[in-house]
């Protein structure tokens, strides 16, 4: 048996009006998707514990089977940890985003206007973080490079307690009240200020701006943490698995876990990802020494932070088109029973722009044991009629993994 978890990050939504009150999930042409949902088990699942923050940290933790509230340690160290940072015990990290803020003359009133940068690229962002560590770097502090607009910064020997928001929580806001705050924050806040200064004509910027892209005006910090710890994947369900994403918050969680991290070339983050490598990846990894798979796709979720309403429907027909219908294609050509469970991590909805903790619908497949569904379509709607309801999110991939 093989067994694979395929993943939309923020793939659920609310109903938008522009939609006549449907979801991305109900517009989205997914025959795929949709068979899973009317041949298994299809429900909703709280994979963010109540009074947790709604992240993909903690959610994704969640679907892997790990307790957010027992082992979430921080999304930095997390990211930290698949950068091939070495992290002491003592050492405080934080994710690091190049942003685009508006231009004021009072930083204070400035609005967040690209938690991204405008998916700015991998070379130029090195670039300008390169160049920043050399203006901050320290015995205690120092800045490491990432991909495209996800960075991370180190301090060591330092104590946690920073009060920190999320960029992409603040979209179109003034920064103002969103400042740093609590242990450390007037580092935090000084390394902003002084981003801004710096970055305004940075090369790379000057270059953004004349080709009329969104430049990386600053620099903004969240996601605090600490050196993570997760038991190992194969010990606690008895298969070796393979982590397959672009973004280094999966790879670091897949490393934590002991599962085989598998680069994908032309794998981005956004919705012009590589979604046949993506599964042509795990289908190989399922046919050599894996007998679990995980494939997280993150462009629904960028494409709700953006408000890209055209776009999230069409990132959820691609993971569709080119992952789901092969991956079951290839497994049955194969001869090999298998089991799928198809669920984002969180919402995005279009119109928070943001990640919320509603519960989702997932969809839980058995090739050798196809279910008469209650359901003829995988959306909220639908997974919300089953009256299937797993309160423990964490709890869900021991029915996808019968030990």
């Known amino acids: 048996m093989k067994y694979l978890i395929i993943l939309g990050d923020g793939m659920a939504d609310y109903p938008i009006k522009e939609l006549?009150?449907?979801?991305?999930?109900?517009?989205?042409?997914?025959?795929?998707?949709d068979y899973l949902a009317a041949h298994g088990i299809c429900g909703l699942v709280r994979t963010v514990p109540e009074g947790v923050a709604p992240g993909s940290d903690t959610a994704n933790l969640s679907v892997l089977g790990y307790d957010p509230q027992k082992y979430y340690s921080g999304r930095s160290s997390l990211e930290a940890v698949s950068m091939g940072i070495e992290l002491d015990d003592n050492?405080?990290?934080?994710?690091?985003?190049?942003?685009?803020?508006?231009?004021?003359?009072?930083?204070?009133?400035?609005?967040?206007?690209?938690?991204?940068?405008?998916?700015?690229?991998?070379?130029?962002?090195?670039?300008?973080?390169n160049d920043l560590n050399g203006l901050f770097k320290n015995d205690k502090l120092d800045l490491y490079p990432g991909f495209s607009y996800r960075h991370c910064l180190v301090l060591k020997d330092s104590q946690t307690g920073a009060v920190l928001t999320q960029p992409h929580d603040i979209l179109g806001k003034p920064i103002r009240r969103c400042l740093p705050k609590g242990q450390n924050g007037k580092i935090l806040e000084q390394m902003i200020r002084l981003s801004y200064q710096y970055l305004r004509h940075h090369?790379?910027?000057?270059?953004?701006?004349?080709?009329?892209?969104?430049?990386?005006?600053?620099?903004?910090?969240?996601?605090?943490?600490?050196?993570p710890a997760l038991p190992c994947?194969?010990?606690?369900?008895?298969?070796?698995?393979?982590?397959?994403?672009a973004v280094d918050l999966m790879k670091g969680i897949g490393k934590c876990a002991g599962l085989d991290v598998i680069e994908v070339e032309g794998a981005t983050g956004n919705i012009n990802t590589n979604y046949q490598g993506k599964a042509e990846?795990?289908?190989?990894?399922?046919?050599?020494?894996c007998d679990f798979a995980y494939i997280h796709v993150e462009a629904p979720d960028e494409c709700g932070h953006h408000h890209e309403i055209a776009n999230k429907i069409k990132s959820i027909e691609l993971i569709d088109k080119y992952i789901v219908g092969p991956i079951i294609k290839t497994l049955r050509d194969d001869g090999e029973d298998f089991a799928i469970l198809l669920l984002p991590d969180h919402p995005t909805p279009i119109r928070l722009r943001t990640h919320t903790s509603d519960p989702v619908p997932f969809a839980l497949y058995r090739s050798n044991d196809e279910q008469d569904g209650q359901v003829t379509e995988y959306n909220e709607k639908s997974a919300s009629s089953t009256g299937v309801f797993v309160d423990e999110g964490y709890t869900l991939i021991d029915s996808l993994i019968q030990k």
């Open 91 to 129: 050492d405080v990290t934080y994710r690091c985003n190049t942003v685009t803020l508006s231009d004021e003359d009072n930083f204070e009133n400035c609005l967040m206007l690209d938690h991204s940068s405008g998916d700015i690229s991998t070379e130029e962002a090195t670039v300008i973080i």
């Open 20 to 33: 006549g009150g449907a979801t991305p999930l109900d517009k989205a042409v997914k025959p795929h998707m």
């Open 233 to 245: 994947f194969a010990e606690k369900y008895g298969c070796r698995g393979a982590m397959i994403s």
């Open 281 to 289: 990846a795990a289908i190989n990894a399922l046919r050599n020494s």
């Open 203 to 227: 090369p790379i910027n000057e270059e953004r701006r004349n080709l009329g892209l969104n430049i990386a005006s600053a620099i903004w910090f969240w996601g605090e943490g600490r050196k």
